[in-house]
Structure formats: C-alpha cells, structure tokens
C-alpha cells in the first residue's frame, strides 16, 4: 500500500532552478537504466556517472529513486494532444497506429514490463498508470463513446471491454515473440469497429 510520502514521489517538488540540459540527460539515463535494470536494478550513483553529471547535483534534484523515476516516467509519456475529428473510425486507426509507434520504442516494452513487477513501488506503478496507460485508455475510449453517440457502432456496445482488447492484441503478439505486422493498425481497428457493431461503410 502507499503512503503518503509514495504519493509525494510522483508529483513535481519545489526546489532551486534546475538546468534543463542536465536534467534532460539524467531522465534519459534513468529512462534507458529503469528498462534494462528494473526498479530495483536502478543506481542513482551509475545513473549520475552515465549522465556525466555529479552525484550530489542529480541528488540535489532527486534526493530518491521514487522521485527520479517518477520524473523519468512523465519525460517518456505520450504528449500527443486529442486530435478528435468528425471520422471516429479513422482517429480509431491513428490512435493505434500512435500506440504501435510509442510502445515500439526502445525500451518501452521492458518499462511495461517492468511495472508489473512485485518489486515495483506502488507510486512507481501509480505514476506509470495516471500519465501512460490512462491517457491512451481515455482517448481510445472517447473515440468509441463518439461513435457510439452517432449512432455508428451498437448502443449497448461493450466499450471498455473494446479498449482491453485495442491495446492487449499488440502485447499478446509481443508476449508469444511476434512482431505486429505493419498493419496491424489497421487491422486491429478494423476488428475493434465490427466487435461493437460498426460497419466499414458506417463512417
């Protein structure tokens, strides 16, 4: 269970002006370490040397690991801005095809697995969760709930149980060492939109 000093890891603390460029290269380091290591594997001091930087200005800025990591986690997340159009079925296809790109970068599959991990720290996991995992699910959602609310797909559709299936196809290929085919966008949102009962010619 959390406690409250947890919590406090995955928001942003008060402190001196930081400089962004040292900043920028220890999140990297730490990124690419919490990836290959784990939690549990990750070292501020390896991370500090890596970074070129001193011990005591990367624990000047992250006195903890739950805070560089917390850090690291929101520099990797997904800024892409809701680009909702009038075409819920093709924003559905760019959502994944966007999804297909960000988990296909270096390290980002191991991340995932990572905060599955016991091991992991539950403001680590939570952190991963509020600004990886719930942006992408809630965008993927309100695309369905439009179409839903243009009568596009079926009004009793099961959209959460959609948005499971949307994101879980691509790690179930990864889990059995599959590599999604390059247009696996297109096909998962293909079946995504008939399993809510939306017809290709339904746009």
Known sequence: MSTPDDRLSCERRPGRRRD???????????SRHLAAHGFDGVS????????????????????TKDSLLGDAIRMA????????????????ELELADFARAIG????LSIV???LQASTPDASRECFRAHVIDPRTNRLRDILARAQ???????????????????GGWYARALAGEAPPPDWPARAATLI???VGGAEGRR
Not at 44 to 63: F, I, S
Request: with cysteine; charged share 30%.
């Open 113 to 115: 697995g990572t905060m």
């Open 20 to 30: 962004a460029s040292i900043d920028a290269r220890v999140l990297e380091v730490a």
């Open 149 to 167: 609310a243009a009568s596009l797909i079926d009004a009793e559709a099961d959209l959460d149980g959609a948005v499971a299936f949307a994101t």
């Open 77 to 92: 997340a997904d800024k892409r801005p809701d680009a909702a159009t009038d075409d819920p079925r093709n924003d559905l």
């Open 44 to 63: 501020l001091a390896a991370v500090a040397d890596e970074a070129c930087t001193t011990r005591q200005a990367l624990y000047r800025r992250w006195p």
């Open 105 to 108: 970068r270096p390290g980002a």
């Open 193 to 195: 939109w008939r399993a």
